[in-house]
C-alpha cells in the first residue's frame, strides 16, 4: 500500500474500483443538491496522492522504544509517519476533513502491535509506571472522536497479532475470542461450523470484537440477537490496577456488574482482551425476508411498536425508512417513475408520506413462519402493501457499502454524516420530527432517516444528513451544526448516543444524559482503574 | 396484631391456618428425616408467645426523632420494641434462628415510614449530616443477611406510604411506580388493564419493587419475561451525594450503565424511589402448560439446554426437579406407590433417576402453540414422557406456598434453608453432583434441587436442604456448614448467587468471583456516593 494520505482515510481499500450502485447514489446526491463536476479543485482533495509528512515527530525515546520492542519484537512498533497518521483519527466527518488537510495535531509517538494478553499486561504496567499515554485501537472505525492520541504516547493496535479463535464451546453455545479479531473472520469461523454470532454493525468489515464492546454498539440484527451487551458472556480487560476478568456465569445476583462499566468506556478504563460471546445456530436458508410499503411513516412506527409488543419473537433485522430516505431509495433505484410510481401514487402511497419497512426472520423455521405472520397481519392492518421480498433483498446487498459513499462525496464536495439516537415510542415522532426541522433549517440539506434498531418500549432513529460543503470554516460551521442535533435528541427525550458511543464528540452533553452524582461515580471508578489517567485521555469525561 | 415474637419472624400472617398440602409435606419431611412428634420444647419454640422485649433501647436522641416526625408525621416514626424487632433481620435460617432465641444484636433505633421521594431525600439528606446508618425496607425477605442495623439508625420502610402506581404508559408497554409496592398490589393493578409484569419471585406476596432491583432478583417466569434487570427501564435512587436519575430510554450507547451497580447494591449505595418497568399483555387464558418425566436428570437438563439454544421463544416458566426433588415431590403426593408408580417403573423411569421438567407458554396463541410443539418434540427425541399439564398445575397452585413451611417445620426441629447459584451448562451436572456430595455428607440431610432460571448458555440450580436441628451450637454448625456449600459452588464454575444476593452472608466469598481490581472501583463508587458510610453499612463489601 502506497503511503498516501488517501490510504490513511479512506473507507476500504482504494485500489477497488468503486461500485456501480455506489457510483449512481452519488450521481443522485450531486444532482439532488444541485452540485456539479468532480470537484477535483476543493482544498480538501488536494493532498490524496502525497506521501504522508507529518509536522509533529515521534516524542517517544530511545529507551521506550527498544523496551516496547522488547516486549512485543521490533516488528511490532512502528514509528513511521503513515503509521501514526492512521493511528491519529476514526471515521468521523470532522476526522477526515482534518486528514484531508493535512491537520493531524495528536498523532501518537508510536503504534504497538501486541500479540497475547500477557504482552498486553507487560504494556499497560510499563505505561503505567512511565506515565505514557495508550490509545486502544481496533478497526478505528470510530465516528465520535473517540480515537486521538491527546496526550501522544502509544496506539495500542490489536488487529495485527491478537486476533486468534481461542475456544468454541458448543454446549454452552459460546466462542471465546481475541479481542482484535475482526467481524468477517469470526462470522466465517462460526457460519463453517454451523453458527453465528449475530453483531453485524455497519463497520463489520473493519471493526473488531474488543471494539464493539469499547463502543457497547448494536449491529444490524440486533432486534433478533440483542446489543452487543446482550451477547456479551465474559471478558478481561487490563487495567492500570489490575486484570479483571468479568461475566462469565449464565447470570449473577453478586453485587453490581462491572461489565457495565467497561463496556461503553471507549478504551479510558483498561483494554479489552479475551471476549466470551454468545453464539446461535444459524442456516441462512432459513430466513424469511419481508418488505411492506406504508402511507406514513407513523403507521410504520406503529406497525414496527405493536410487532415488538406483541409477544412474537420479533425479526432479526428490522427496519423503516422515513419518506425523505424511502423516496431517496426508490429515486436512486429509477423506481420513482414509470408503472411504479403510478401504481404506488394510485394506491394512495404518496410521496413525501410513504415509508419502507424491511424485516428478516432468522433461525428456526418455525419460529420464523409465525413472525412472519404476524407482521404481515399488523402490517395489513395498518394499511400496509407488501412488496414481497424485494426491498429487504436489495438493503441486504448493499448493508455496508453506504460507508464506501463518503470519500467520493467529499470528492465532489458533499459533506455527509451521520447522527443516531434512541428514544421510546410515545416521543418517537416528535423527535423525528423535530431533529429533520433543525437539519432543514440549514439549507440546502437531504436528511434521510431509519428505524435500524428496535425494543418494545420504543427504537433507534438514525439521521443522514447531506449538503454542499461550505468553502470557509466548513469543520467549525459543522460541529456547531452537529451539536445542535444532539441538543434537539436531549431536549425530546431521546439519548445521547444509540450505538456509536460518546468519544469526545458528545461528551459535553453528558451531564444532559447522566446525573451529577452518577458522573461523580464513574470518575472515581475511573481514578480507580487509571489513576495516572494513561488510558485514552481525553475521551469521554476523563 | 399482637407484638409476640412468633409475629416477629413467622412468614405470613401467624392467625392463618396452615394450609392442608402443606400440612402433609411437613409430616412427609419428618417421616424422611425420622424425626417424631411436634418437639415444642425445643427451645427454639420457647419465646413464641412472648411479647417482643429487646434488651437494647433504642438510642436515637430526642432531637432527631423530632427532625424524622417534622419529616414524615410523628405516626410514621416508632421506636417500640416490636416494630424494631420486626426490622432486624430477614428471612434466612440464621434470622430465624436467632429470633427465636430472641438474640436480636442490632435492631434499628428506630422505623421510619416515608410517603414521598421528597421525604425521602430529606432523610437521607438529614442522615447524611448527622451519621444516622439507613437500612432500606421493602418486604424483609432478603435470605442474605442484607437486613441488619449494624451501626443502629433507621430502617427506612417504604411499604406503607410509598406504595402506588405512578403511571402507566401503553405506548411505550411501561409502569412507572413507588418502590415500596407490593408485588400482588403491582400485578393486580397490570392484570385489571390486560398486562403482566412477569416477575415472580418466591417472595412475590411481600416483596417490593425496590427490592426486587436492590437485591437484582429473578422471578420464576424470568426465563420468558427476563430477570428485573431486563425488566428495569429506568429508576431513580437517593444517595447521600445527590439523587441519581438513570435508563429511560430504550437502550444507550453512551459510557458505563449505571443501573447495573445500583441494581444488586442492596442498600448499600442509596434508596430506589421511582422505577420505570417493563411491561408485557397478559391474558392467561391462552397459557400452555406442559410436563415431561425424564428417565435422569441429564436428559431432562439437555432438553432444557436445546430448547434455550433451538431459537423458538422458550417457555416462561421452565423448570427441572432433580432425582431426589421429584421423588419427594410423588411422595408427598402419593404418587409414588399404586398404579402410578408401577407404571413409571414398567417403562424405565426409575426411583433415583426419573425427573421432572415444567413448562408454561405465556402470550400469543400463535407462539405458545409453535414453543409447546418445539419442546415436545424435544422431550420425546431425549426419551421424555409427557404428563400433560399435570405436574405443571400442581406446581403452579403452591408455587408461593414452600416459604410457608418453614416456620412449622423448625416448630418440628428441622432445620431447612436454601442456597443457589448458576453455572454454564457445560459444568451444571459436575456442580449438582459435587453439592449434593457435600450437603450427603452432612449426616441425615434431604437435598432437593430444581433449576427455574434458564438462558442460552447455562441455568441456575436451586438447593433446598433438611436436617434435624443440632442440640448445640446449631446456629454455628449450620453457618460452617453453609459456607460450604458456596465454596463449593465456586469451585465448580458456579455464582455465589444467581437470584438471592449476597448481604453479610457470602460477602466473604466475593473475592472469589470479582477481581481486586474490580473490587477496588466498586469501594469507589460507594466512597463516592456514600461518603460517611451511612447507607446499610456492613452489607457487601462496604
Known amino acids: 500500500m502506497r503511503h498516501t494520505w488517501r490510504n490513511v482515510y479512506n473507507w476500504g481499500d482504494t485500489e477497488k474500483k468503486i461500485d456501480k450502485t455506489i457510483a449512481h447514489h452519488i450521481e443522485h446526491f450531486k444532482h439532488l443538491l444541485g452540485i456539479e463536476g468532480t470537484m477535483r479543485d476543493l482544498p480538501l482533495n488536494a493532498n490524496a496522492h502525497d506521501e504522508v ?25 512502528q514509528v513511521d509517519d503513515f503509521s501514526r497518521a492512521k493511528h491519529s483519527f476514526g471515521k468521523y466527518y470532522g476526522d477526515i476533513v482534518r486528514m484531508r488537510l493535512g491537520k493531524i495535531a495528536h498523532p501518537p509517538d508510536a503504534v504497538v502491535y501486541p500479540g497475547t494478553e500477557n504482552e498486553i499486561m507487560k504494556i499497560v504496567a510499563y505505561c503505567n ?23 501522544g504516547g502509544i496506539a495500542l493496535d490489536l488487529t495485527r497479532n491478537y486476533r486468534d479463535v481461542i475456544s468454541l464451546n458448543e454446549i454452552d453455545s459460546t466462542v471465546t475470542v481475541e479481542a482484535g479479531i475482526l467481524g468477517p473472520d469470526l462470522e466465517k469461523y462460526l457460519n463453517d461450523r454451523g453458527y453465528t454470532c449475530g453483531h453485524f454493525p455497519q463497520s463489520f468489515e473493519f471493526a473488531t470484537v474488543g471494539g464493539w464492546l469499547a463502543a457497547r454498539g448494536a449491529g444490524q440484527a440486533s432486534t433478533g440477537y440483542g446489543r452487543i451487551e446482550d451477547l456479551t458472556v465474559g471478558f478481561t480487560a487490563i487495567t492500570p490496577t489490575g486484570k479483571i476478568a468479568c461475566g462469565n456465569y449464565p447470570a449473577a445476583s453478586v453485587g453490581g456488574d462491572i461489565r457495565h462499566l467497561i463496556m461503553g468506556s471507549e478504551g479510558t478504563l483498561g ?22 410499503m406504508f402511507k406514513s411513516f407513523e403507521s410504520a412506527v406503529t406497525t414496527m411498536r405493536q410487532m415488538m409488543q406483541t409477544e412474537v419473537y420479533p425479526p432479526h433485522f428490522f427496519r423503516i425508512s422515513d419518506p425523505e430516505e424511502t423516496e431517496i431509495g426508490l429515486g436512486m433505484k429509477g423506481k420513482d417513475k414509470g408503472i411504479a410510481g403510478w401504481f404506488l401514487n394510485k394506491l394512495g402511497f404518496k410521496k413525501g408520506g410513504r415509508s419502507l419497512m424491511y424485516a428478516i426472520f432468522e433461525g428456526d423455521p418455525r419460529q420464523t413462519k409465525v413472525g412472519a405472520s404476524a407482521l404481515n397481519r399488523l402490517a395489513r392492518k395498518n394499511g400496509g402493501l407488501s412488496l414481497g421480498s424485494y426491498a429487504t433483498r436489495k438493503w441486504l446487498e448493499q448493508r455496508y457499502s453506504s460507508a464506501y459513499m463518503r470519500d467520493p462525496m467529499m470528492d465532489a464536495g458533499i459533506r455527509i454524516d451521520t447522527l443516531e439516537t434512541a428514544v421510546h415510542y410515545s416521543r418517537l415522532t416528535e423527535l423525528w420530527n423535530a431533529v429533520r426541522e433543525y437539519i432543514k433549517r440549514d439549507g440546502q440539506t437531504l436528511c434521510l432517516t431509519h428505524i435500524s434498531h428496535t425494543y418494545e418500549t420504543g427504537a433507534n432513529l438514525y439521521f443522514i444528513f447531506a449538503s454542499p460543503m461550505l468553502g470557509k470554516d466548513e469543520l467549525g460551521r459543522f460541529e456547531k451544526f452537529h451539536r445542535g442535533i444532539v441538543e434537539t435528541f436531549v431536549k425530546h427525550g431521546g439519548t445521547l448516543s444509540h450505538h456509536h458511543g460518546i468519544g469526545r464528540l458528545a461528551a459535553h452533553s453528558l451531564p444532559k444524559q447522566h446525573s451529577p452524582a452518577t458522573l461523580a461515580a464513574w470518575r472515581a471508578v475511573k481514578k480507580t482503574l487509571d489513576p495516572k489517567g494513561i488510558m485514552n485521555p481525553g475521551a469521554l469525561i476523563f
Open 53 to 77: 509528512k507529518l509536522a509533529k515527530r515521534s516524542r517517544l525515546n530511545r529507551v521506550a522504544l527498544r523496551d516496547f520492542m522488547r516486549i512485543v519484537g521490533s516488528e511490532n512498533v
Open 129 to 151: 509506571l512511565k506515565r505514557i499515554a495508550i490509545v486502544p485501537w481496533g478497526g478505528g472505525t470510530s465516528v465520535t472522536r473517540a480515537l486521538e492520541a491527546e496526550k
Open 271 to 292: 483494554v479489552i482482551t479475551q471476549v466470551t460471546l454468545r453464539i446461535r445456530k444459524y442456516n441462512a436458508a432459513n430466513s424469511v425476508m419481508q418488505s411492506y
